[in-house]
DNA sequence: TGTCCTACCCTTTTT
DNA sequence: GGGTAGGACA
């Protein structure tokens, strides 16, 4: 046909040419899914099935959607801009703002990130005198999300005592706040969305009537409302669905924890009666031992609905396990790993470091930076979610939108400007007394109060004015100087960086106007703002007639309001140095999707993984497992475990058995390089270098070993039969004891000195327990 | 108003 | 152990 196809195997191509029906793809690690979904966009538009405007395809990460754009663009001629791929919350984002008065909502609305929500939810709590010790603000906002995320208004709620009641009402309260404020929150924006579709028919339809293609990637990981959208969108039950192209793994769900619901994939199997199961296994990835070690560890998870991923590319290097005595031991043992590595010509960019927690990060931070060795950690803040970069976007909030208070609050008196904690109570009140948002009640506030709040209001008004006929860019830098958060930080030690930060806010303000296309033709074609509260839902059809060509869109959102929302949806890079050729450095959850030469998992230990949060329930520990699976999938070439018989952790050194994982991994296909080796036909490391005489590692006779291997369970899994005293106890870690009340059970793991000593014990029929060794009485049984 | 200190938390995270 | 949020104090 055409070479869009060429280079596609099988399996690919039947997925790609599908006929409009629903469809639901299979897609191991490594099997090319992103160039399926691509592909298959492409070839529907280059065959005259469907209009570039008829699709819509939905992804989790603004990444991913990116990718997919630029793919497609290279694929086919076309200009991917006005299509309709985003993520689940970036096209919800679009919809709601071309039906903002039939959402209800003001036409400038502003997105809450999880913080602002936060600071939203302890403002709320602190005005209405709530006990935050009673009601923490963090919970009030899982509850929240939770039930916007099951698709659940306060009046849905089922709240069977008045603890639960007390939360609804709260959740009520917070609802009226952020519709008074002008403000949607992430969880908001997907409801809200679904809403304006299953309430208002003209709408619907038109939508339905548009997408006749609707792709989904990931789809494990959507929620019970992701599902919910996309069924309406897709005209679950009309007489003429669009076609849906569900793309996802079962076994790399990981996200249950944030709401993501396996089951959507068995549902939409079932609901849409879905005939075209199209499994892709051919894997491009990883050599073959490493593909039976993650074959085999899945194969011991109950509910799949089924993969087994091959490789052409031969069995390669057994993946090499390493037993540390700490978790300093560990990190030593990675880095001369890494060393040897670095000498054979491996580029540091394709060695990973994975671990389970963050925490685990430092002691191999550490070792890494001793070693002078360059590394970069995955996580932690992002530009947009800096203190300075959220102060200069809430004076930008406050130009479009005075009402919003949050905006308000954060930056009255930020930099300092005499406006006191006494000051914003009064002001606060004044608010609640009539009614009104912060910004216009500071005319009902007297005195020295009233007068320096009404010199911060005209300094909005003011740089409101100013900047009227500026640039986006020039706005952003107008802000930062005027506002005096330069000068502020121009007086503090660390003000430095800061300031460089918000001189790079005007670099992104200039980059995201040419990106997004906000030319000066635009400019000068936006149409007057609305700026009026909230108009009621369900106004007149004019409105939907008028924006429902999304083309028109890009009028309707001027480029200040276009940022925001940007600096919400896309909280930028949080990759320090990125293109330096240096280890990197991540969680688990973190390299999902990604790949590399070279892969180190690192703290394979029961407690850590699977995570002791999670070892009580089956399903976590079946989650803990995708987990593993999605760690060993990212390598490529070499693949390395290993687990430490100690660790700090929380201020405490802990000691763990190894991961129960060991157990579910091919023999075969392991090759142990500490003492545990013996008898698997490993070769010691002893024998290829002189790593055991060093400081770091205890000299063999030291390391008592049993020589046998522990077959399953749990019990003495560190391979070590006394291999740890803990100090004083009297009590080892794999150690059988008895209790009068919970019978039999295995010492997991022992914490804390003196009478602080305790262990964690799994009873055999009483499951894991932590008792106090000062406390209980326990016998060994040995 | 800014700084210092203490109490408290601690799995994973995108939008 | 280490980061941070919030309260006490100068």
Redesign the pocket.
Known sequence: MSDLLANLNAEQLAAVTLPDEPALILAGAGSGKTRVLTTRIAWLIQNGRVSPAGILAVT??????KEMQTRLSSMLPINTRGMWIG????LC?RMLRAHFRDAGLPQTFAIL??QDQLSAL?RLLKSLNVDDEKYP?KNLQYFINNAKEQGLRPADVEANDDFNKRFVDLYAAYDLQCQREGVVD??E?LLRCYELLRYNDAIRQHYQHRFRHVLVDEFQDTNVLQYQWLKLLAGYGTQNPAAVFAVGDDDQS??A??GANVGNMRDFEHEFRVRRLIKLEQNYRSHGHILDSANHLISHNARRLGKNLRTDAGHGEPVRVFQGGSDGQEAAWIIEEIRDQIAQGASRAEIAILY????QS?VIEHALFSAGIAYRV??G??FFERAEIKHALAYMQLLENPRNDAAFGRVV?F???????RSLEVLQDMARQYDCALAEAVAYVPGAAGSKLAAFTRLIEKTREDTRRMTLAETVEYVINHSGLIT?YQG??EGQDRIENLQELVTAAQAFVVEEGYGLEALAAVIPVDRSPAAPALADGDQAQQVLDPEALPVVMTPLVAFLTHA????GD?QAQAGQDAVQM?????AKGLEFDVVFITGMEEGLFP?E??MMDPD?VE??RR?MYVAITRARKRLYMSFAQSR?L???TRYHVRSRFFEELPEASLKWLTPPAQGYGGVRRQERDSAWGRDWFRKPEDVPYTGTRPTGGMDNGNGYADAKREAGTGFRVGQSVFHNKFGEGVITALEGEGTDARANINFKRNGAKWLALSVAKLDAID
């Open positions: 989790f990460t603004n990444k991913a959607a993520t689940f919350h970036g984002n990130d999880s302890k603000a992430f969880a924006l990981i996200y924890f944030r389970r927690s963050n925490a430092r995955y996580g803040l992002r008196n930099p300092a400007r005499g406006i006191g904690a502020h503090e030690k919400s949806l896309e909280a949080n991540m969680t688990v959850h973190a995570h949060n999670s976590g989650e803990e987990l700090m929380h201020g405490q």
